[in-house]
């Protein structure tokens, strides 16, 4: 929940609201001694009140009362993050392990990359996207000794590949392992012939009475 919220905060500009770096207005102005509402606090309050009316409707149910009594969008923010600061922890160690166990095996070259695309696309919007160079490393690791040709050409690189090269250059070899195999033989459809023996006409001798 965190790091895409915080995408769409950042992209509405409102990043500040819940960024204890900044403070809020102060309610009121001194001008020559004389005390007054503050319209820049007035214009903050009324939006730092959708805020958390957004951020209350948006979690379960069971954790409304955790933010329910805070009194502003930043309160409710951090009692949230550390509410869900061991979710978090927990279901990114499980992605990257997935990430690090996972083998092409059985499955066919675009089966495997998108696995491995998915479980790099969660971690980059947990916040903990994976190095390109690491990816490739992990889509090289998971491969088979039949790959062997490609890897060999890919770690001899001066510069490293980009992900989609590496998918095209894998689903070449894919191609030309499945040619290279050898196709069953088709033979066609026979019918046992049926075998008849020739036996000479028989008759049984006439007897005389």
Known sequence: MEPSYSISFEGYDLHHFI????TPPPPTVTVIGVASPNSAYTTWKRQDRLI???LLGAVFVSLQPLIARTTTSLDAWQTLANTYAKLFRGHIKQLKEHLKRCTKGSKSIIEYMQIIKT????LAILGKPIDDEDLIDQVLEGLSDEYKSVIDAINAYDTSISFAELHEKLLNKEASLQTAQPS???LPSTTN???????????PSATTP
């Open 52 to 54: 958390f009316s957004a």
């Open 119 to 122: 479980h790099a696309d969660e």
């Open 193 to 203: 012939p049926t075998t008849f023996r020739h036996r000479p006409n028989w008759c």
């Open 19 to 22: 960024d204890d770096a900044h």
């Open 184 to 186: 069953p033989l088709s």
